[in-house]
């Protein structure tokens, strides 16, 4: 009985990552906030099929875990103790829960499958993208054409089309590891094919940040495939640099541009607003931090301190990774994190190529977006997180033969 209770858990392994993958991106285009719940389904059972099968390979990366840990102890504790916010510890454990969830899909053996049966996700995978693109292009074609129909909301003049930023974010990060799976086939054509069709329906939408992140993944891809090593460190420390400066960088970034205003368009100068915004709360705290979501009870400098144009009320994040470490969780967050992108860096660096090229590629994508785009914290966010790194585990890392 425990064999075929085993068999029957390994092979629903194969069918939740299938589906999974397959829906997770076009259904995402249509209800954003599905990602999150998608991901979360797919890795719950995920982990119940492999407590079942195999449960020695649900242990997750031990540093990573030991740093996640000391990290939640230290959230806690801040928020308990430090930080006089009532709402931030309201949200802490969910936030913690979900982080924790990527974290163990992304580093355990939760994903892994015979190396034959990888050809069935790729599958899944790959047709669930091409059907991606092919929505997001009628969609945008038909002011949400199809959306409208489903919702019984033909006539209804407010259906904004930034409402598939997201889901283009998803197809952005996805294209990789899938063509990573085409390309391990000998199919480089098509896995180029593939990232090509998901950077022009970016460019054809309006998610700015997902065409940008997309192009530096490529251009990123291209240093890592002949000098992996180099491109990763220069990542590394480029990156280390932007978060470390980022609250005054930031804070000064709107004086600086202040000359300029005139021509800068409304929605990046509302985010350099923000920006300063957070920036300022961040050197009133530099240490502890305000706690997790704390910019929504940030009080807006009056007009004849802040200057702000656009900024009236308080925004929901600081639409930048690095200075919300630092808002919500101060320098020893900050210190906690880099602690958790470097293991990431060692994992990334182990992968054969050009598996290595793409993750560090797709990590770059990703890393330019959390730092101009979405909060860290929003469900959403680590949902596509945790599917593209839940799917470089299925295809890149040592199968289950």
């Known amino acids: 009985m425990p064999d075929r209770a085993a068999r029957i858990a390994t092979g629903a392994r194969i069918w939740f990552l299938s589906a999974g993958f397959g829906l997770f991106v076009p259904v995402g285009l249509l209800a954003k906030q599905s990602m999150a719940t998608s991901f979360v389904v797919l890795a719950v059972l995920l982990l119940i099929a492999g407590a079942v099968s195999n449960p020695r390979a649900l242990v997750p990366d031990k540093s990573l875990a030991a740093i996640f840990v000391i990290l939640a102890i230290y959230t ?13 510890s309201e949200k802490l454990v969910a936030k913690l829960a979900m982080l924790g969830l990527v974290l163990w899909i992304a580093s355990s053996g939760a994903g892994l499958v015979r190396r034959d049966d990888r050809d069935k996700i790729g599958l899944a995978l790959t047709a669930g993208l091409a059907i991606a693109v092919i929505l997001l292009v009628f969609e945008l074609s038909t002011d949400a054409g199809f959306y409208r129909m489903i919702t019984g909301r033909e006539s209804d003049p407010d259906v904004p089309l930034f409402r598939y930023n997201r889901g283009t974010t998803a ?8 063509a990573g799976w085409l390309w391990s086939r000998g199919r480089r054509i098509f896995a180029a094919l593939l990232v090509a069709l998901s950077l022009g329906a970016a460019a054809y939408g ?8 997309g192009l530096l993944a490529v251009c990123v891809f291209s240093s890592a495939l002949f000098a992996p090593i180099v491109t990763l460190v220069a990542g590394l420390l480029l990156t280390g640099a932007f978060t470390v400066l980022a609250p005054w960088l930031l804070f000064n970034l709107l004086g600086w541009m202040r000359p300029f205003a005139d021509a800068i368009p409304p929605s990046i100068l509302d985010r350099m607003e923000i920006w300063n915004h957070a920036a300022r709360a961040v ?3 530099p240490v502890f931090g305000n706690g997790i979501g704390a910019i929504r009870s940030l009080a807006i400098p009056d007009l004849t301190v802040s200057g702000y144009r ?9 639409h930048d990774a690095a200075l919300q470490v630092w808002l919500e969780l101060g320098g020893i967050g900050v210190v906690l994190f880099a602690a958790m992108v470097w293991v990431i860096a060692r994992m990334l660096r182990s992968l054969d190529s050009p598996w290595r090229a793409a993750g560090i590629a797709v990590s770059a994508g ?15 966010w680590l949902g596509m997180i945790g599917m ?12 289950r033969d």
């Open 388 to 399: 593209t790194a839940l799917a470089f585990r299925v295809f890149a890392a040592p199968a």
């Open 366 to 380: 990703a890393i330019f977006t959390s730092m101009v785009s979405y909060g860290l914290w929003q469900e959403t």
């Open 283 to 285: 050197l009133d705290a």
């Open 310 to 318: 656009y900024l009236v009320k308080p925004p929901t994040h600081p």
């Open 206 to 213: 309006e998610s700015a940040s997902a065409l940008v992140s």
């Open 76 to 88: 806690t504790a801040t928020h308990l103790f430090v930080i006089s916010c009532a709402e931030c």
């Open 171 to 178: 197809l952005v990060l996805l294209s990789w590891p899938a």
